[in-house]
């Protein structure tokens, strides 16, 4: 199983340090189906749960989750294939919108 690593450029803004709801939309705007999403502070190493469960993001398919705590988190993407694509750090602000594109699973692949 491939491992995909990709250093998210999320220019969002400054997130209070306060525990703050956030809202984000997750995109799979990628020829791959997404099977499993996962969530974690960027301070830890545990992904917690699937947020999938048993469902599938293909193409053009939307997940929204609701209530999430502003702050920074990595957040790790499994495809149809298994393969996992991992984006560090990422800032979670107030409403947020993440497309995840062909180039985004592409750049995770290349630099492994």
């Known amino acids: 199983m491939k491992m995909w690593r990709f250093l998210a450029a ?9 525990a703050v709801a956030a ?4 995109v ?11 969530f974690s502070p960027a301070s830890q190493a545990n992904w917690g749960d699937d947020y999938l469960d048993t469902d ?17 988190w990595d ?12 984006l560090e750090d990422v800032v ?3 409403s947020d919108r993440w497309v995840i594109s062909d180039k985004d699973l592409l750049a995770c692949q290349a630099a492994s």
């Open 56 to 72: 599938v993001l293909e193409k053009g398919d939307s997940l929204t989750l609701s209530d999430v705590e502003a702050g920074t």
């Open 10 to 18: 999320a220019a969002v803004s400054y997130a209070p340090t306060l």
């Open 28 to 38: 799979n705007q990628s020829a791959w189906e997404i099977h499993e999403v996962y």
């Open 92 to 94: 979670i602000s107030g």
């Open 23 to 26: 809202n984000v939309d997750f």
């Open 75 to 86: 957040v790790m993407i499994v495809d149809e294939d298994g393969d996992k694509c991992v």
